[in-house]
């Protein structure tokens, strides 16, 4: 896995709504198609640059995420390539109606992209935290559903999407996260899972800002001899169904790791398929059913367990037991 960063390194400093906006902007000058939304919101997507390079591309709405939505179909139904950035935990619930049907029931050619999600805003609390969006936005007939782990997957996602004609909601976090891949230098496919380092023990699987969290347990598992599989699902749907099955059958015991609820999100979407096809142990760890705690990333991580040493300890008592 010459492509996977197993050890941490030099701290990433560039966020993937920074490589958003970069990629955009370099093919916007190129594709006058391609068109940004946002509900006030270009300072916090780092959308600046776009707007002032490209400023007949970019369109302002202010905070009305419904029209926002409605809009950005409109333009897809023109032959546009509307891109629509506005924080997850907004998007995802205020124009919830408009997803469903301007979007994804009319198949219009739109990608929704939910910054700051997850438990992002970590200190503004529940009003701010987005872990039940993928629940429901999976839940939506006709809408993929996509999270990179790290600043590389970012890049060749937006491009891939770029030429990408159907609806997606999109979801990456606020702050930069530390890289999983080395380079770019590795096969991106939408809807296929990336088998990120091989092992026969059980596999973590993760999303998202998560994957960087599963890559850190399973290096220090290996160091005592427990080979971990690591499966990245960037895309929740459509989902990568054989390569779960695959790592059901192959390594029998399985945990998920997510930044959202624990119902709805990416547990709930591995459970539905070992259930059907080849049940094994699962632990789905995530957001209990509760108003998450308020506080930075990093203690509302540490507060649920999404961290290297609790997946270590889950991961030892799969095992035992």
Known sequence: MKNVALKRTTPNKIANRQVISDVLLELGKNDHDI???????RGSASLVQFGKELPKQMVEVGIAEQNLVGMASGLAHS??????????????????????????YSQTN????????????????????????????????GLAVMMPADRHETKKMIEALVEYD??????IGRNPVEDCYLSEDYEFEIGKAVK????????????????????????????????????NIHTLKPLDKEAIINAAKETGNIISIEEHSIYGG????????ISQNCPVPLKIIGIPDEPAIAGKTAEVFNHYGLSAENIIKVAKQLLAN
Not at 266 to 273: K, Q
Request: proline content about 3%.
């Open 196 to 231: 990120m380092i091989e092992g026969q023990a059980l596999t973590l699987i993760a999303s998202g800002e998560t994957v960087r969290i599963a890559l850190d347990a399973a290096w220090a598992l290996k160091q005592e001899g427990i080979q971990c599989r690591v499966l």
């Open 35 to 41: 068109l940004v939304l946002t509900s006030d919101s």
């Open 266 to 273: 990416l547990g709930a979407a591995v459970a539905e398929i």
């Open 110 to 141: 739109v990608k929704l992209i939910g910054i700051s999600g997850g438990v992002s805003y970590g200190a503004l609390g529940m009003s701010h935290h987005s872990v039940q969006d993928l629940a429901v936005t999976r839940a939506i007939p």
């Open 166 to 171: 159907q609806p997606v909601y999109l979801r």
């Open 79 to 104: 032959g546009k390539k509307p891109f629509v950035a506005s924080p997850a935990c907004f998007l995802s619930m205020r124009s919830i109606e408009q997803i469903k049907v301007d979007v994804a």
